[in-house]
């Protein structure tokens, strides 16, 4: 079992940055991939972010440039460097894991909310 919580989601105003951190535990030591997803009201769950194990990332078009995801030395902890945020990034922000076993794992989510 893998267990994630996040945390540093909040309110900021436009063009302001957030930092999301996300701390793993349990079954940790075959995590193929950790990364991050969002879901705003009335959408479907989006794919923000990820990094794999061996460090390669990936983002998804529109964020490229204004997002960055990296992992803690002991690729326990995972973060999303938030920058230029704007209103339309309002959502709800889940951590995830994946491992070489197939399973995955989801964190409780943190409300990021980005004012005019």
């Known amino acids: 079992q893998v267990q994630l919580v996040e945390s540093g989601g909040g309110l900021v105003q436009a063009g302001g940055s957030l930092r999301l951190s996300c701390a793993a535990s349990g079954s940790i030591s075959s995590i193929k991939a950790m990364g991050w997803y969002r879901q705003a009201p009335g959408k479907q769950r989006e794919l923000v972010s990820r990094?794999?194990?061996?460090?390669?990332?990936t983002y998804a078009d529109s964020l490229k440039g204004r997002f960055t995801i990296s992992s803690g030395n002991a690729k326990t902890t995972v973060y999303l460097q938030m920058n230029s945020l704007k209103p339309e990034d309002t959502a709800v922000y889940y951590c995830y894991a994946v491992r070489f076993v197939g399973d995955a794992f989801w964190g409780q989510g943190t409300q990021v909310t980005v004012s005019s």
């Open positions: 990094i794999t194990s061996g460090g390669t990332t």
